[in-house]
């Protein structure tokens, strides 16, 4: 049963604009919540983390946020850069391992 | 930069055959995992290994197991490979401390025939 859930298997963005991708998660244990980014024939590459006592994170134009009460994260990327395109997994710490979403790709358009 | 390799991008096995699935670390992590990634179902863990000659099984540990003699190195085995083994395979590692942040090779797409 997947833990965490990543609904849109695709997004396109103009670029420039807002990208938000979105994560559900059925496991209220999860200490830390992640972002990975996957290039074609390339492994996923870390991303950006948030704790589970935390709201929100940030780092350069990427954003975290967390709402723990409707088990929902996302992901802003602003503004959305063509190398930005890519496979989004989110993933939950549950203690000793990450439990991943299927992920979402990300087209951002010139 | 840290550097994770897998021996391979790309392996045709046959059903019945032992495959191993080899993976070194360059930055002396002492964490290393076993992923799968199949479509639809993301990333799931095989198995990992916080130190030499320590495992620990992860979601989807059934027909494989794996190998830790040196510190840089986890190998992955299919002891008798079969068609629903057929997957990508993505080696990671990462220290203790920073667990958060995993290391992943380029990954290795096994298909069993």
């Known amino acids: 049963d997947q833990q965490v859930k990543q609904n849109s298997p695709s997004l396109s963005v103009q670029e420039g604009r807002i990208s938000i991708l979105n994560c559900d998660y059925t496991n209220s244990m999860f200490d830390y919540f992640l972002w990975y980014k996957k290039y074609p024939a390339e492994g996923p590459t870390f991303l950006i983390s948030?704790?589970?006592?935390?709201d929100k994170n940030e780092d350069g134009r990427f954003t975290v946020f967390l709402n723990k009460s409707a088990k929902h994260l996302s992901l802003h990327i602003v503004p959305s850069q063509p190398g930005d395109s890519a496979v989004y997994f989110c993933a939950g710490d549950g203690g000793n391992q990450f439990y991943f979403g299927t992920g979402t790709s990300l087209t951002v358009i010139p | 930069d840290v550097k994770v390799t897998q021996s391979s991008r790309y392996l045709v096995k046959r059903t019945g055959e032992k495959v191993f699935l080899e993976c070194v670390q360059d930055?002396?992590?002492?964490?290393m995992f076993w992923y799968r990634q199949d479509p639809g179902l993301g990333l799931r863990l095989i198995y990992f290994?916080?130190?030499?000659?320590?495992?620990e099984k992860g979601d989807i540990p059934e027909g494989y197991s794996v190998s830790r003699e040196k510190k840089e190195r986890f190998s992955l085995i299919l002891e008798s490979a079969s068609t629903n083994q057929t997957s990508m395979y993505l080696c990671?590692?990462?220290?203790?401390?920073?667990?958060?942040?995993?290391?992943f090779g380029p990954g290795t797409r096994l298909t069993v025939l």
């Open positions: 930055m002396d992590h002492e964490n």
């Open positions: 290994s916080y130190d030499v000659k320590m495992k």
């Open positions: 990671a590692s990462s220290f203790v401390d920073t667990y958060n942040e995993q290391f």
């Open positions: 948030i704790s589970s006592i935390k």
